[in-house]
């Protein structure tokens, strides 16, 4: 319903007394309304938790649980419909690539209008510039603006930004995963120096190697709701035992019904051993899909993601299917095996890309297929027992003895 407008003096004292009392009464009926109203959705219900200053917090939970919606409250970037926020000290936050930079200022005026925002002086700013632009490695473009940057560039100078001006409390979103890995090492390396100084850090990743390394504590977020608070490691263990269990090793779709656009539509996919009936060790594994494609003239490419359930990505490996820009209206049929002896046993998660030129992104499917490789008995040596690492390779040894040193 749209306000009407006020034209007279007389109208205009009126409404402006009106809205605030409207926009009480409206959270309020909001706070009254019961979970059973499938007309509302809640980003967020009922989640409650303290972090103490110093304290390194890890919040994860699957993609729509609410953990963004949570730190843009945190970071008053989103006023809650109900309930309320405490918080002590300045916080600096980074919750997606270029958040709080202008697009059309330099990336040297970006950090002075960020230290601005955060309440430095020009002379506290000056100070930590070089070191700011020395971990983002952007010091070429500094004075380029930022509109020009790519996304990682702009991710890289808005950590360091956030990192380096000193706030009392440090936010940082799912925004690592764009930057290289030598840089989410140095990120991941700032935040336990950020942590180390007694200065809070809440961290969301779906990295639970980071997490548990990097936080002491955490909270499981899911469907909105707090499902879990507590020591990280136990929060995670948590999470990964509610995670969507299901198996799906294969899927088939009519084209009508398939995923996919007008440009892309996947048809089949399915994920089988090379040898034996099971996925194991030993087996390998053999993904095939079908894509049928409306693209002409074009160059396609393709690209397979295999990601572990503990969020770690084991390769991002494609292959050009028409390199020539002589891509033609039709089906392709694609497969690629997976040699034995190379995955450990874990559950896997396959996340399929569709791209142009190996530059324009035309279509991808998260969490296509999910297989598990199970252990497996080979030779003279039993693999039954589980062992660490995300690869877990047939290696060829050899060993010479001699009495004396040659």
């Avoid at 917090?57 to 809650?80: D, F, Q, W, Y």
């Avoid at 929060?235 to 084209?255: C, E, F, H, M, N």
């Avoid at 993601?305 to 089906?331: C, M, P, W, Y």
Wanted: negative net charge; charged residues 25%.
């Amino acid at each position: 319903m749209r306000e009407q407008k006020s034209d007279t003096l007389l109208a205009a004292l009126v409404n402006g007394i009106r809205s605030p009392l409207n926009n009480l009464r409206r959270i309020r009926n909001l706070a009254k309304l019961n979970d059973e109203d499938n007309s509302i959705f809640w980003a967020l219900r009922d989640v409650s938790f303290d972090v103490q200053e110093g304290e390194v917090l890890g919040i994860i939970g699957h993609n729509g649980a609410g953990k963004s919606t949570l730190l843009k409250i945190l970071s008053r970037i989103t006023e809650p419909s109900t309930g309320e926020v405490h918080i002590h000290g300045r916080i600096a936050a980074l919750l997606e690539v270029g958040t709080g930079f202008h697009p059309e200022l330099t990336g040297r005026e970006n950090i002075y209008m960020n230290g601005t925002i955060l309440g430095m002086r020009k002379k506290e700013i000056d100070q930590k510039l070089d070191e700011i632009v020395d971990f983002s490695g952007v010091e070429k473009h500094l004075d380029t603006p930022v509109k020009f940057y790519s996304s990682g560039m702009r991710v890289r100078l808005g950590f360091s930004v956030a990192a380096h001006l000193e706030p009392e409390i440090l936010i940082i979103d799912e925004v690592l995963s764009v930057g290289d890995a030598e840089f989410q090492k140095k990120c991941l390396g700032k935040m336990e120096s950020v942590a180390g100084q007694g200065r809070t850090v809440l961290f969301v990743s779906h990295n639970m190697v980071a997490v548990s390394s990097l936080c002491g504590k955490g909270v499981l977020l899911k469907g909105g709701q707090k499902i879990a608070e507590g020591f990280a490691p136990d929060v995670i263990g948590i999470y990964q035992k509610t995670s969507p269990g299901a198996l799906v090793t294969s899927k088939r779709w009519d084209l009508e019904d398939a995923p996919g656009n007008d440009l892309i539509k996947v048809a089949d996919i399915s994920a089988s051993p090379l040898k034996g009936s099971i996925l194991n060790i030993d087996s390998g594994v053999m993904i095939q899909f079908l894509i049928y494609s409306a693209v002409e003239n074009k160059s396609l490419d393709t690209t397979l993601e295999l990601i572990t359930k503990d969020e770690i990505v084991v390769f991002h490996k494609g292959i050009v299917l028409t390199s020539e820009r002589n891509a033609e209206k039709g089906f392709y049929f694609i497969s690629v095996e997976i040699p034995p002896f190379l995955l450990n046993a874990n559950v896997y998660r396959v996340r399929l890309i569709i791209g142009e030129s190996q530059r324009y992104l035309l279509f991808q499917i998260p969490d296509v297929l999910t297989f598990e490789i199970e252990n497996s008995s080979t030779g003279m040596g039993s693999n039954l027992s589980s062992v660490p690492g995300v690869v877990r390779p047939n290696l060829e040894w050899k060993v010479e003895f001699n009495r004396n040193r040659q």
